[in-house]
């Protein structure tokens, strides 16, 4: 059984910072999505189970960083230059298959429990 157990999060200012953080048990890909209020939850970030490769959507590029702790149980996701529209509920997500790198909600099984940002203007 895969547990997930997000922190971090909170309000910013446009142009802010905020980091996230997802414990996760087991040495498995991890993904970041999003979820805005009466929108469907889409893909962030993802990051290889050694934090040896990481994948961005492109409303990200450049501005959210995932990395990896020492010990690679946790997972981290530094978001830099926020916008009003990266307001959200963010979650960290396992992979069905622990070696892959989805982007589609459908691949991943096991879900945090989802952390709000807020970026005002």
């Known amino acids: 059984q895969v547990q997930l157990v997000e922190s971090g999060g909170g309000l910013a200012q446009a142009g802010g910072s905020l980091m996230l953080s997802c414990a996760v048990s087991g040495r498995t890909s991890v993904g970041w999505f999003r979820q805005a209020p009466g929108k469907e939850r889409e893909f962030v970030a993802a990051?290889?189970?050694?934090?040896?490769?990481?994948h961005y959507a492109d409303s990200v590029k450049g501005r959210f960083t995932s990395s990896r702790g020492n010990a690679k149980n946790t997972v981290y996701l530094q978001m830099n230059s926020l916008k009003p529209e990266d307001t959200a509920v963010y979650y960290c997500?396992?992979?069905?298959?622990?070696?892959?790198?989805?982007?589609?909600?459908?691949?991943?099984?096991?879900w945090g429990q989802g952390t709000q940002v807020t970026v005002s203007s």
């Open positions: 997500a396992v992979p069905r298959i622990p070696t892959i790198m989805a982007v589609t909600t459908t691949e991943y099984y096991y």
């Open positions: 990051i290889s189970w050694n934090g040896g490769s990481t």
